[in-house]
């Protein structure tokens, strides 16, 4: 595959994470939350079960064991993320917020594996915390509560990420992904048979919005996402998913009209600004600090 192709593939993956968004909202709004999550993540780790039931019988029971933790890690941000989602009537600024996974993911990893972040991280940081800054401005300098929930979101996934980065070294991605996604289902849908009432009725078109969720924003973004990674650098794949907040903001406004004052398009100017710089733009900045720090 060329590198063309695989970042158009990637390309793609963004664009359908971004519609994941709107199937989700537009889901929830007649479907129970939890229900509609165990349902979508059980149905998509059925679906990929087909492609990775060998590499399953392989499996040892000590690698299984720690696919499942993976999942159950998955799920919890996964949950945070639907009730932020479905308390947030913007979801740009929610996309925005979550994209700072990738800034709180070395900062975790500093914690718990003692991997110091690069010196671009510390020049990124306290631009996308100005960013944060600027979005929580419409309500007087504090976080709203959509907001704080998907900050717990974003912290979880980055945490969530520092784990699976060192399972999937020994197991398939497709077969790890599957795992992840059938405990989120479980405890999705056991949640639902505990809290949750079941609607005497569901419009016709929330079906199909859920529908839309598992086969275009699951399963077919992660087998775009898959066939992408093989065919470019890791450094283009993540300059490339930065686009995934951006497409969120331009479907929200289209879709839901979602306003966008000047503080808030600065504060999401600044944290795309702290995404790229972290990924090559700051780093030459922060090796010359360190540089005239030594000397």
Known sequence: MTD???ELLLVLSTILAAGGWVFSKESLAEMPTFAFLGSRFFL???????FCHKDLMKASRDDLRKALGCGFLLATAILLWIYSLSVSD?????AFIMSLTMLFAPFIGWLLFKQPPSASFWIALPVALVGLGFLSLANGWVLANSQVWFLASAFTFAFQFNIVSRVAKTLPTM??????????????L?????FEDVPTSISPNIWVWFAMSIILSTCLRFACLTRGLKGTTAINAAFIMILEPVFTVIFSVLWYSEP????????CLLILTALIGYRGGFSWIGKRVLETRES
């Open 4 to 6: 063309r192709r695989a």
């Open 44 to 50: 998509a780790s059925l679906i990929l079960l087909a």
């Open 90 to 94: 913007t979801l740009g600024e929610g």
């Open 175 to 188: 077969l790890l992904t599957c795992i992840q996604l059938f405990v989120t289902g479980v405890i999705g």
């Open 190 to 194: 056991s949640l639902s048979l505990l």
């Open 260 to 267: 966008m004052p000047p503080q808030k398009v600065i504060g």
